[in-house]
């Protein structure tokens, strides 16, 4: 790509955060930070939406700024997943005294 | 305009924190220092967004995320882990290695795609977009923009009733 | 009417009395006889069906149901009352019944309705093996009469002699039966094929007999490899040469039924099959000639064991197998309406003797052993006399009935067969050399047998023995020489279904047989008197001349030992050490080394392969489901990558 400043790049840049955030979720040993992982994960695709929408705009006319709109939704359901998933990560915590998701092993067999 | 050279840089700059944060994230065995990290990843993204124009979504993205988000992340550190030190390693086995493999691999693939797109671009303007958001939460995007909130009580309501101790018994 | 009465009445008897319903003796003893009269009643009442078929040949048939064995396949069932039938059927019940009534007064069981159950299955199992139509239904009966054949002869079930030699019967028996099945599965097989039909019925076996005729196996005929194997079953059934050696084993069963089933019904079924598929053995000259050697052989053998034994039931045993083969040689050179009066003749006069020899017995204590009796003829004169009678019929003198049947198969063999006429005849000696041993050695003597003081004949035990020998005198003149000009009375009602030489016989030739055969007799019953009128001190001393020959006959030619030997693997811990025979056992080692070592690898191998496929891939499924959320998610990103891989790498190339 010649220029650094460009959808390629966004796109890249989006694509690498994805695929680190998916590393940490598959990766990782604490929940907290498969937390983490996912939020990088949403953010991701977050960057993606503003991106295609900021160097595309003449895709659609009136609403240029649909990929921002979607881009606040990701947030607001990012923030609401993260809340749920933290409340039931703590109530496990109440359980097995630990994060440790190998631990966590009920569902085995 | 500088603007142009001024932009390529801090594009570089700000992607750069946002790639290196997000890799230390996952080097950091601490929990703390892997919950820097990410914040030092949403702020670089915020100032990506603001860089493209999207100078709403970038405020509320610190907000939200950097002041929100983050935040509860780190009040469930500090409610879970008796020590933050080493709880936050990633597995020492193979399958680490295959999965960060399978990650790049997965990276490639869509480095590929992307790059073979024929894009046709726009610079990006900057003009303020709170105008146009809000017009469109209220005209095409009124249901999913009512059902959040429905989705946010719903949440809260949820992660309160999952992390309530019984007091009957 | 209906025939099957004549079955179902014993059979629904048999089964009421296995279940208890009746228990106390009288009752569950007079049920029984008074079913097996109704038997007898039944049939006589049919008789009148029988000679007013007119042209169809004194035939009634009675289809009792189709068996629907495919949609489109059908067998029908039916019982058939015919010369032969109506013969067998009435010797079977009467004499049934007869020892039915024989019974009452000769077992002291505690109780009686087993007993009687298993006569009476026997008697039932019998009239469906003769009355059937099909071969297949037949077979039932004929299964039915080795059942119940194995229940009663180890009938004192706690004793170990009597199991095996009620396994003994019913094991020979079913090798016998090994032939039967495959005639009856090659004739089902050729008619098939021919007409479509699916039936063993003997009319329509009969009239497509021609079909038979077709080459088989390199020279053998078709007819010829049928008539083989059914003379195989027969030889299992009736006691011939190579499957002979349950007979005398069975002896260890109570006296009457070795009356009933040993003397009358069940030996004589073989006899009944070869007449009834007689056509069979017609059609082919080696089969035949089979048949009568066989036969021949048997009589012979039978006979010169018999002169040496020293149980009164075996020898009467060896004399049924004796007279077995006499029946079966009369088959093998056509005469089967010969063989089938021979058969009732043989009934009644056996019969008699095993009832006489069972009141010997009783009257001894239960000893069996003719050395240990003498001088009962005046403990038991009326038995005396009915067994004088049993005697003389059986080596054939004038005017009883053994006489007409047995002259008759000579007199056939004398015009076709002269060598094999020789042979019989000597039988005849020796037949007549055991029987007047027997006789002497236990009626006669000085020395006192060890009996019962206050033993009187019960009359339930007497009754029958009169009836028999009654009827010995008369059944004689059923079938004439034809040289009296009297009616041919059984020749002309067997005419109707087998091929029987009417009349017309040389007067001449006629006389010189029976003079002869009566001469061969009288020189056996002469020698017999002159022996052992006073006692069993000729058998010590022919032991101690000619010792080689006394111990060959009197241990039956070692054939059953022979047999123990060969077919017989034994139980390492009560095996006798001394009677090693170490390459037989170790042969017999050696095959079932070999047989085990596929049974457990190929056979268990194949099985436990196929179970090894499933639980080797569950278990590596197992793997999966580790309960690790990661693993789980692990699993999910490869695969979406795949698939991702594979629409961007072909499709979306292919696309372009």
């Not at chain 3, 000696?429 to 020395?447: D, H």
Request: glycine fraction near 8%; hydrophobic fraction near 55%; proline fraction near 3%.
């Amino acid at each position: 790509m010649p220029a650094l400043f460009s959808l390629q790049s966004y796109l890249l840049l989006s694509a690498m955060l994805f695929v680190i955030g998916l590393i940490i979720v598959l990766t990782k040993n604490n929940a907290i930070q498969i937390i983490m992982g996912i939020e990088l994960i949403f953010n991701a695709a977050a960057i993606n939406f503003v991106a295609f929408s900021c160097f595309r705009p003449h895709l659609l006319d009136t609403l240029q700024m649909s990929g921002q709109v979607i881009a606040i939704f990701v947030i607001v359901v990012a923030a609401a997943d993260a809340c749920a998933a933290l409340a039931i990560i703590l109530s496990l915590f109440r359980v097995f005294k630990t994060t440790r998701i190998q631990n966590i092993n009920r569902l085995k067999g | 305009m500088f603007s142009e050279e001024i932009r390529t840089m801090v594009f570089f700059g700000a992607g750069m924190m946002t790639l290196i944060s997000a890799v230390l994230i996952i080097f950091f065995n601490n929990l703390l220092h892997s919950a820097v990290a990410l914040f030092f990843t949403l702020v670089g993204i915020a100032i990506l967004y603001i860089l493209l124009g999207a100078d709403f979504l970038g405020i509320s993205q610190v907000l939200v995320y950097a002041g929100g988000v983050l935040v509860l992340i780190i009040f469930g550190i500090f409610l879970t882990t008796p020590h933050v030190d080493e709880l936050g390693s990633a597995r020492k086995s193979i399958a680490t290695w295959i999965t960060i493999g399978f990650g790049f691999l997965l990276f490639r693939l869509l480095a590929k795609m992307i790059l073979q797109m024929p894009w046709v671009t726009k610079i990006p303007q900057s003009r303020p977009t709170i105008n146009s958001i809000g017009n469109l939460f209220l005209s095409k995007y009124l249901l999913p923009f009512e059902l959040i909130s429905v989705v946010l009580l719903f949440v809260l309501i949820g992660s309160i009733l999952i992390i309530r101790k019984d007091l009957r018994r | 009417m209906y025939l099957f009465y004549i079955i179902i009445l014993p059979l629904i008897t048999a089964v009421l009395l296995r279940w208890h319903v009746f228990d106390n003796k009288k009752s569950a003893g007079v049920i029984a006889c008074c079913s097996v009269l109704g038997s007898f009643v039944v049939v006589l009442l049919h008789t009148r069906y029988l000679f007013m078929a007119g042209d169809s040949g004194a035939m009634y048939f009675e289809k009792l149901w189709e068996w629907k064995i495919l949609p489109d396949v059908t067998m029908p069932f039916g019982l058939r009352l015919d010369a032969i039938s109506y013969v067998m059927c009435l010797l079977v019940t009467f004499v049934g019944f007869l020892i039915h009534v024989y019974s009452l007064g000769y077992m002291k069981l505690k109780e009686y309705s087993r007993y009687f159950s298993y006569l009476n299955l026997f008697v039932a199992m019998m009239l469906l093996l003769v009355l059937s139509d099909q071969l297949l239904f037949m077979f039932i009966g004929w299964e039915g009469v080795g059942l119940s054949s194995f229940l009663l002869i180890g009938f004192y079930h706690q004793s170990h002699k009597n199991m095996n030699a009620a396994k003994k019967a019913f094991i020979v028996n079913r090798i016998g039966d090994l032939g039967l099945l495959l005639a009856m599965i090659l004739l089902l097989a050729i008619y098939f094929l021919e007409s479509g039909q699916f039936s063993l019925s003997v009319l329509t076996l009969e009239t497509k007999a021609s079909l038979l005729q077709a080459p088989g196996i390199g020279d053998f005929t078709l007819i010829g490899i049928v008539g083989v194997l059914l003379f195989f079953g027969v030889c299992g059934k009736s006691a011939q040469m190579p499957l002979y050696m349950w007979l005398p084993d069975a002896m260890a069963g109570p006296t009457p039924v070795s009356a009933l089933m040993h003397a009358a019904s069940m030996v004589t079924a073989g006899i009944y099959l070869m007449s009834r598929m007689h056509f069979i053995f017609d059609g082919s000259v080696f089969v035949s000639h089979l048949v009568m050697w066989v036969g021949v052989i048997t009589a012979l053998f039978g006979s010169t064991v018999a002169i040496f034994q020293r149980d009164i039931k075996k020898i009467l045993a060896f004399s049924t197998i004796s007279q077995l083969g006499y029946m079966t040689l009369a088959c093998g050179i056509g005469a089967y309406g010969v063989a089938l009066f021979h058969v009732l003749t043989h009934g009644v006069f056996k019969a008699l003797l095993f009832l006489s020899a069972g009141d010997v017995i009783k009257a001894c204590k239960g000893n069996q052993d003719i050395y240990l009796m003498g001088n009962l003829r005046h403990k038991l004169p009326r038995t005396h006399v009915m067994f004088w009678m049993g005697a003389l019929s059986l080596v054939g003198i004038f005017p009883l009935a053994g006489y007409f049947s047995k002259d008759l198969i000579l007199f056939h063999l004398f015009t076709n067969h002269f060598g094999v006429y020789l042979l019989a005849l000597l039988g005849v000696f020796f037949t007549s050399c055991y029987i007047f041993r027997l006789l002497y050695l236990v009626f006669y003597g000085n020395r006192q047998a060890d009996t019962n003081q206050e033993y009187r004949t019960p009359i339930t035990m007497l009754f029958p023995m009169v009836i028999l020998s009654i009827l010995l005198l008369m059944l004689g003149w059923l079938w004439v020489p034809s040289f009296l000009h009297l009616p041919e009375v059984l020749p002309e009602f067997f005419a109707t279904v087998l091929p029987v030489e009417l009349g017309h016989h040389l007067v001449f030739k006629e006389l010189i047989v029976g003079l002869i055969s009566t001469v061969f007799a009288a020189t056996g019953f002469f020698l017999a008197r002159k022996f052992f009128l006073y006692g069993p001190k000729a058998d010590f001393w022919i032991a101690k001349r000619y010792p080689r020959f006394y111990r060959l006959l009197s241990h039956q030619y070692y054939l059953d030992e022979l047999y123990y030997k060969a077919f017989v693997f034994e139980n390492h811990d009560d095996r006798d050490p001394n009677e090693d025979n170490a390459f037989t056992n170790s042969v017999l080692h050696v095959v079932a080394v070999f047989k085990g070592l596929i049974d457990r690898y190929f056979i268990d191998g194949l099985v436990h392969w196929f179970a090894w496929i499933p639980m080797f891939l569950g278990s590596v499924y197992a793997k999966i489901q580790n309960g690790q959320i990661q693993s789980y998610l692990r699993w999910i990103t490869m695969g979406s990558l795949i698939s991702l891989l594979y629409w961007f790498l072909w499709i979306s190339k292919a696309g372009q």
